[in-house]
């Protein structure tokens, strides 16, 4: 069988990075991957990790998700314009007190993370339409279906790629298109990192005293536990986003991190939102010490399961 000719965006680094390389290096040369980038500048570490794939496997080309040219420009590069796996990478962040955002930086975050997805969509769609198949995979998050306080837009940018695409898989299906959703929850990536070290640096000046505390002596402490303790590796990710990929009948919705299942849960266990606002507010502001010394228990076994996993793999074990 051919390989399948995959188009993932946003590779430069993190989840797109690491998808490219593992789909690359796949050892029975399933895929032939394009993997873009705004800016091909930064394509050094995808260069690099991908070794001897560059070239063979993989195949590094410029491409931005707010730009319709240059999204035209790079298909327009592909023989027959032909995609059978388009994954939807590409996105920005922001997180704090809504006051303190600027509408042009919310618009921008909108552009890249919602109407990035849709010019792909758009350009990629009607082939596989005409083909009858094709699978278009999304990288969305867990605030796609429950909003987290100071994440205000950025939720609402993850609710718009849901909707967007709950609402097309229906019509999708009937040309035996399928689409995916990968809703991981936090993930130790630069894109993260970078985004928490502005938010620390940042001026709250626009915002009162009391919101301003509650960002950063609050929220942005218990972001750093989130992470440590349950946050993936991007290389995490990129195997959930396989199985996906090499599914028979690939699911709409895949959480890549069962920690977050009970939330998910839970919002859905009660249509009125009651339990869920309450729930979070609690953690938030309540039971803040008892939250963060569960997630600090829980880094401590994680820490020990992977003591042991690498103990076993020492002992030539699987």
């Given amino acids: 069988?051919?390989?399948?000719?995959?188009?993932?965006?946003?590779?430069s680094s993190g989840i797109g990075l690491a998808l490219a390389v593992r789909l690359a290096r796949d050892k029975q040369r399933r895929f032939r991957v394009i993997a873009t980038m705004r800016n091909t500048g930064r394509s050094g570490a995808l260069a690099a990790?991908?070794?001897p794939a560059l070239g063979r496997t993989l195949e590094i080309k410029q491409l931005d998700v707010c730009d319709e040219s240059s999204i035209r420009a790079?298909?327009?590069?592909?023989?027959?314009?032909?995609?059978d796996i388009l994954v939807s990478n590409a996105g920005v962040g922001m997180a704090g007190p809504l006051e303190c955002q600027s509408l042009a930086a919310m618009q921008n975050l909108m552009d890249t993370n919602f109407f990035?997805?849709?010019?792909?969509?758009?350009?990629?769609?009607?082939?596989?339409?005409?083909?009858?198949?094709?699978?278009?995979?999304v990288i969305s998050s867990i605030m796609g279906l429950q909003g987290i306080v100071f994440n205000d837009i950025y939720s609402a940018s993850k609710f718009a790629v849901e909707g967007f695409c709950e609402s097309l898989v229906v019509q999708a299906l009937r040309f035996n298109v399928a689409i995916s959703l990968v809703e991981p929850g936090p993930v130790m990536t630069e894109f993260e990192m970078k985004l928490y070290e502005e938010a620390e640096r940042a001026d709250y000046s626009r915002t009162d005293p009391e919101t301003a505390e509650i960002f950063t002596n609050v929220y942005l402490k218990n972001s750093r536990d989130v992470f440590t303790s349950l946050g993936q590796t991007p290389e995490d990710i990129a195997e959930h986003t396989l199985r996906v990929i090499e599914a028979a009948?690939?699911?709409?919705?895949?959480?890549?991190?069962?920690?977050?299942?009970?939330?998910?849960?839970?919002?859905?266990a009660d249509p009125s939102g009651a339990l869920i606002t309450d729930a979070f507010y609690k953690l938030v502001f309540k039971y803040d010490a008892v939250l963060r010394f569960g997630l600090r228990a829980i880094r401590l076994l994680r820490w020990n399961a992977q003591k042991v996993k690498a103990g076993v793999r020492l002992l030539g074990f699987k």
């Fill in 49 to 51: 990790a991908a070794g």
């Fill in 1 to 11: 069988m051919a390989p399948r000719t995959v188009l993932i965006t946003g590779c």
């Fill in 74 to 83: 790079c298909l327009d590069s592909i023989p027959g314009r032909h995609i």
């Fill in 116 to 137: 990035g997805l849709v010019r792909l969509v758009k350009e990629v769609l009607p082939d596989m339409k005409r083909r009858r198949g094709g699978h278009i995979v």
């Fill in 249 to 268: 009948r690939p699911p709409f919705r895949h959480q890549t991190n069962v920690a977050y299942t009970p939330m998910a849960a839970l919002k859905h």
